[in-house]
């Protein structure tokens, strides 16, 4: 199983879930894990429990929500500690030092830093990395209306003295008013669908796709399509 992490502080539940369908139209196994503070995937999927930790399946993705490393994921359902997952992929939500460490994220795992430019989102995502001991790779997934360049080039100046390896790659998702409105008639659909999303935000699923599967660049576009149809 591999492991795939998505840090920061800005909302990444919805976008997690969108990853996470269109590997499932690929034939892949996922698991998300939504280990952040607020917990926000609890309340946007429809199979909302009272319980602190559960696993629910949505749309044929297992989604666990309250647990603080996979040991607890293991223990819930009660498999042996140290046995294998029966998933292609965990994505895991952090959005502190502590949970990164929790659910023993190595250099070699892949990376995703998702962030706004407000200040907020910023400096508190960055505090995920401050007491990083080793360098690690990390590829920016960034929220913009009005991608500038100053924007990129204020996040390298501050996140300069951390242990941060970024990729080259930058994945942009143009943030539009009318994404977010598409993403609240999305989620009281109960279903997973990007209608409304727009073009951009489609693409942006898709590069994210292509960075974690070894599927064939064509493969992962019929898998969008599918996800559009949804």
Known sequence: ?????????????????????????????????????????????????????????????????????LDQVRQYAEMKPGAEFDYDYALINIDSYKGY??????TEDKNFFVTSFDLYCLRRGLQVFKKMPNRIKVQKVLFSKDMFQE???????????????????????????????????????ERIQVRGLSKQYIEGIQYIV????DAKQGDIKKAIKELERN
């Open 101 to 106: 460490c929790n659910f023993k994220l190595k």
């Open 151 to 189: 924007e990129d080039q204020y996040l390298n100046y501050i996140s300069k003295d951390l242990n941060i390896e970024w990729s080259e790659e930058i994945i942009f998702f143009p943030f539009e008013q009318g994404d977010q409105t598409a993403l609240f008639i999305n989620q009281r659909s």
């Open 1 to 69: 199983m591999e492991k795939i992490a998505f840090i920061g502080s800005y909302d990444k539940a919805d976008l997690i879930i969108y990853v996470a369908k269109t590997l499932d139209f690929l034939g892949k196994k996922v698991l998300v894990i939504d280990s952040t503070s607020l917990q926000k995937t609890r309340y946007i999927v429809p199979k909302m429990k009272p319980a602190k930790c559960y696993i629910t399946s949505f749309e044929n993705i297992d989604i666990a929500i309250g647990f603080e490393s």
């Open 210 to 213: 292509e960075e974690i599967s």
